[in-house]
């Protein structure tokens, strides 16, 4: 078998930027950590699903419409494409997209290109810009911001499938500025003063310390720098958040769920000013739900079917909150 810590370790694309990160020797060693994961036996199936595959740039890498587009179909052979194919299936669930690689057209569980139109007025010009993307999922996000020629987008996320997934999705489009680590946001704070710009959506409800997740985050940033945040909250406009006791939506790991005032008012005491709430909504089931490609549970199954005002729990149903913010 492959081991894949080590081509994991000998990626070393930090190397080129270890002048401007003082903490650069903390961030190998955190890898360092991470790698022997990699070659754990639960990852061969990943394994056995690349080595097949032809390597190559595609002429085709277009990141302009909604769907990311790598590959045409004539570049492939009749085996080659099925080759593709098999593999595509095998990363089933596909959570973010929608992406079409080789004329195949992956309809992920998530609109994705819904969310980045709604982001995308707010964001700064990214041209040469330092980004990162925190909980990066299938580096949907990532091949979006390509399009405005960014200096260095790094999507972070500890799931090792999405590891792979992005090696996959590499092995067609080759992009040099595009990179993946398997660190996650509690690393952020390694990277001192680094981004330009941070994504950080769908993630902070997810964390037990809300708090020092973002000064984690603020320090990575420069002075100046833009995040932008989304989360999963509750409607209202006073400053108080909703703590599920057990599980919320069928899930465990929401620990809290805020309103836009209460969201607002934890970046303002970790050092954000510039706080803008420029969109919320109720999530609704034709932004997430069941496809092909993601045929598990889904919100419709989450919500209570008399009440989708509601979860199956009896909780309000969630909100999609979006904040832009500048590091003071």
Not at 84 to 102: A, D, M, N, S, T
């Amino acid at each position: 078998m492959i081991e894949y810590s080590k081509i994991y370790l000998g990626d070393n694309f930090y190397e080129k930027w270890k002048d401007q990160l003082p903490r650069y020797d903390e961030i190998q060693k955190a890898r360092e950590e991470i790698a022997p994961n990699l070659d754990r036996p639960t990852v061969e199936p990943f394994y056995r699903t690349l080595v097949r595959l032809p390597e190559f740039q595609s002429r085709l890498r277009d990141y302009s419409g909604d769907a990311v587009k790598i590959g045409a179909r004539d570049e492939l052979t009749e085996e080659q494409f099925k080759l593709v194919y098999q593999c595509l299936e095998e990363f089933i669930p596909w959570r973010k997209g929608p992406f079409e690689i080789f004329g195949t057209h992956i309809d992920a569980e998530w609109r994705s290109n819904l969310k980045w139109d709604r982001v995308k007025p707010m964001l700064p010009d990214l041209k040469y810009k330092r980004i990162c993307d925190v909980g990066c999922n299938n580096s949907y996000y990532m091949y979006r911001m390509l399009e405005q020629d960014p200096e260095f987008v790094l999507g972070i996320d500890p799931m090792i499938k999405y590891y792979f997934n992005y090696l996959l999705l590499q092995r067609f489009s080759a992009e040099p500025h595009m990179h993946f680590d398997l660190l996650g946001v509690e690393h952020m704070h390694l990277f001192e003063g680094f981004f330009d710009v941070v994504f950080f959506m769908g993630i902070i409800y997810h964390r037990r310390n809300p708090i020092q997740t973002l000064v984690d985050i603020h320090k990575s940033m420069k002075k100046g720098g833009t995040l932008i945040l989304e989360v999963s909250g509750i409607d209202g406009d006073e400053p108080y958040c909703l703590f599920p006791e057990d599980r919320y939506m069928k899930a465990r790991g929401y620990w809290f769920l805020p309103t836009w005032k209460a969201m607002e008012n934890m970046l303002k005491k970790t050092n954000f000013i510039e706080i803008e709430t420029f969109d919320k909504f109720p999530l609704d089931i034709h932004e997430q739900r069941k496809t092909d490609w993601s045929r598990w549970e889904s919100l419709e199954d989450f919500l209570d079917p008399d009440d989708p005002t509601k979860t199956v729990e009896g909780y309000p149903a969630p909100q999609r909150i979006y904040i832009k913010a500048i590091k003071k």
